[in-house]
Structures are given as C-alpha cells and as structure tokens.
C-alpha cells in the first residue's frame, strides 16, 4: 500500500482542499464571544425558576424548569427511548446497551470545549437543559426514577452498562457520588456495571479512589484532543477553558493505578487537526500502560465553536479505526505500521490475508467504548448517530452488514481481493 486515498471520494467526505484528512491548520476554532452578563451562569432558568414536573424534554419555546443533579440527570435520545421516557426509532438499531447519565445543573459546564455543544459560550443562546450534544438533544429525568425503572429489570435489562458523565462544575463531584448511591442503592453493579467519564479538571485521586470504592468498573478520561498542542486550542487557553493536558494525564494515571488494567482508558476525537500517526501513538501509549481508547469521527456539532468545519473525511476515520483496533485487540504495534509525510498511516505492517479477515469482522468499525454483555471487544456504548448522519455512518452501533463493509473497504481504498 502507498496511499489510501480512495479516487472517487463522494462530496462532503473530504477535508479542506479536497485532502483526504483534517490538517491541523484547517481545523482552528472560532474565538468564543463573552455572553452578556445578564445571562451568565444559568440567570434565566434561576430567575424564573419554574418547578420541574417529571420527565422535562428539550424544548425552546418554553422556559426551562430548574433542574438540579444529584436529583435530575440528563440522558441521551437513545437512552430515553430504550428507557421507555420518549417514544421514537432509531436507524436499523432497536436500543442501545448503554444508559448515559450526565449530570445538569442551570450553570451548566463552565468549560468552553470548541466542538462541544455543552460548551459555556452559549449560554445567552441556550440554557443548559435544553442544548444538543453529540448531535442529540439530552432529556432530563428525575434520577430516582431512573433508577427505579432499571431495577424492575435487573440483569435482563436492556442496558450492559451503566455511564455518568461528569460536566465541569463545582458541585460535579460530590453529586456524582449522590447519583452513584442512588443507583447502587436499587440496581446491582454485578447486574449493571458502572463506568464514570470524568472530569480530571475538577478531581483529585482521593475522588477516583472514592468512585472505584463504591463499585465503578470502569473510569474513562475524556481526553478528546490527541496532542497537547490541540489540547490547549480547544480545550484550554485557545478558548478561554480551564482543562490542561498534564492535570488529565495525572488522573488517567491515577485511574490506572486504581481501577488497574483494562479498567481505564481514554476518549479521543479523530480529525480535529492531529496526524494519523500522533493518534496511533497515543493509542499505543494508552495500550501499553493497560488500557484502551475510545475513538469518535469529528463531527461540527451545531452551535459550537467548531462548527463550520469540515467533517472527518470518511477515509482517514476508517484507516485509524482499523489501526486502533489492530493496536487494541490485535497485538499489533504503531512501530511496526508505515506512514506518509502527511502521517497518514501508509501500511498497517500485516500481511493483506490478516488484514481481509479483521476487516470482513467489522467490530474495528462498530462504536468503540466500554464493554458491555456481548465480548470485550464490543462496546455497550453504541452511541447511535452520536458522530455522524445514518447516512454516512462513521462509527457503527450495530454489527456492519456486506453492504456496510463494501463501503467501509472502498472508504479504506482496500477493495476485496478476488482469490
Ligand atoms: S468539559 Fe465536557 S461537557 Fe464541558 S464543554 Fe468540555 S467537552 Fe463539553
């Protein structure tokens, strides 16, 4: 192999300049404006503050009660629909294995993320409750009948797993241990287990010690950005947010030491401006202190600071899900893989005949996550759509059928060789 670079890539699938890849200098941010003060830190929803009455779907014609965690928590349109709260379907998936909880509060997060939809930027635009995140909207439920309607199930639940995601807050801490007690109090973690996504800007050790104790499974740092060049353009400086690259990798390190091998890992965006091979590396790195990544397809959230950005061209996602995956579950190694001046991976160093059989698997290409019931290898956390339109699925929450996979093979520029 020279270059992946499929000839006929459709339109839209393709990065600045026609490039088959995100290049750091096509993926800056735009400045975050301030919001006037009159409507920082959640004023309007405080100001009016209109009583909850249950279940509160997004809506932006109506003022938005206030909701606070440990009491409320906001879960994911799919979850909600697998929960039975919200009727709806889904694109050839029936449910989804993962119940994602995250916490809410009228402030919403005070950190200012580039892609993310959750971001502080825009709260004179749309107050917390009621903003979409990963291309969804995020109900809001009262978390005791969360729980209550879970337990009624118990292990033959729909749900493998279980994940709270923590914001950037003060009180984030704290109230995660509340929404852990209440969950544990009805619903077994041997039945459902727990995964937290933390928020390593507000932690200390004695906190992941502490959510490890109360029988989390699985703790998972959002470091999202590749390098730590990127780290501060989007999370960081570059865009007035508090996160830094060393305070994640001391609680990702923490998280090793305490929940220990295979039970920590990393999130990772794809195409915000990284190489190919800085990715892999990172990979590489997670794999070799004990645990793994979990990848997501760049995606121009709708309101944020990222949003006029092109896409992850389809061909760059496929090529470094098929490394991360090779790296992950396979034994293969970044050293042992060639890559262009560009960094774009050139050769996965692996006989075509072993590359053919992972490919036609198709799990390298499923969402990736914490696992769930089915195999180590297959997350629970199936985030329908959560990186890309049905129509051209980036990471698939369901196994990719041989339609799926031709297109996954032409994106990759790998067609099937005829025996
Ligand atoms: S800390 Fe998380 S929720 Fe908050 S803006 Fe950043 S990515 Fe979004």
Not at 38 to 43: D, L, P, Y
Not at 49 to 63: Q, R, S
Not at 176 to 188: E, F, I
Request: aromatic share 8%.
């Amino acid at each position: 192999m020279t270059c992946l670079k499929p000839e006929n890539a459709a339109p839209g699938e393709t990065g600045k300049g026609g490039r088959d890849f995100n290049a750091f200098q096509d993926m800056a941010p735009r400045a975050p404006e301030e919001a006037p003060r009159e409507t920082r830190n959640g004023a309007r929803v405080k100001t009016n503050d209109v009583a909850p009455e249950g279940v509160y779907k997004p809506n932006y014609n109506i003022l938005t009660p206030h909701m606070r965690s440990p009491d409320y928590v906001q879960m994911s349109t799919a979850a909600a629909i697998t929960l039975g709260i919200m009727q709806g379907r889904m694109h050839r998936c029936a449910c989804t294995r993962c119940l994602n909880l995250l916490l809410t509060y009228p402030e919403g997060c005070r950190a200012n993320c580039a892609y993310c939809g959750l971001a502080r930027h825009r709260e004179h635009e749309r107050d917390y409750a009621d903003r979409n995140f990963i291309r969804v909207d995020w109900p809001a439920v009262p978390m005791a009948q969360v729980a209550d309607i879970v337990a009624k199930d118990g292990a033959k639940s729909p749900f493998h797993r279980m994940c709270i995601s923590m914001i950037t807050h003060p009180r984030s801490d704290e109230d995660t241990v509340q929404v852990l007690k209440t969950w544990t109090d009805r619903v077994s973690p041997d039945d459902i287990p727990i995964s937290i996504l933390s928020n390593p800007t507000t932690m200390t050790r004695d906190d992941v010690k502490r959510l490890h104790e109360m029988g989390s499974d699985i703790f998972t740092v959002a470091l999202d950005a590749a390098t730590p060049d990127l780290f501060d353009r989007t999370r960081g400086k570059g865009v007035q947010s508090p996160h830094s690259w060393k305070k994640y990798w001391e609680i990702l390190e923490d998280a090793k030491d305490i929940f220990g091998p295979q039970k920590f890992g990393a999130h990772i965006i794809v195409g915000m401006g990284e190489t190919e091979h800085d990715i892999l590396t990172l990979v590489q790195r997670l794999v070799d202190m004990g645990g793994h990544s979990h990848m997501f397809c760049f995606f121009p959230e709708k309101g944020s600071l990222m949003d006029h950005l092109p896409a992850t061209p389809r061909d760059q996602w496929r090529r470094v899900q098929l490394g991360r995956y090779l790296i992950d579950y396979c034994g293969a190694r970044v050293d042992q893989m060639t890559f262009d001046e560009e960094g774009r991976v050139s050769d996965f160093g692996l006989p075509r005949a072993e590359l053919d059989t992972v490919i036609d698997a198709g799990i390298a290409f499923r969402t990736s996550g914490c696992p769930g019931k089915f195999a180590e290898d297959i997350s629970a956390c199936d985030r329908p759509y959560g990186d890309s339109p049905p129509s051209n699925i980036a990471s698939f929450p369901f196994q990719p059928n041989g339609h799926d996979l031709r297109k996954i093979r032409g994106q990759l520029g790998m067609p099937k060789v005829k025996a």
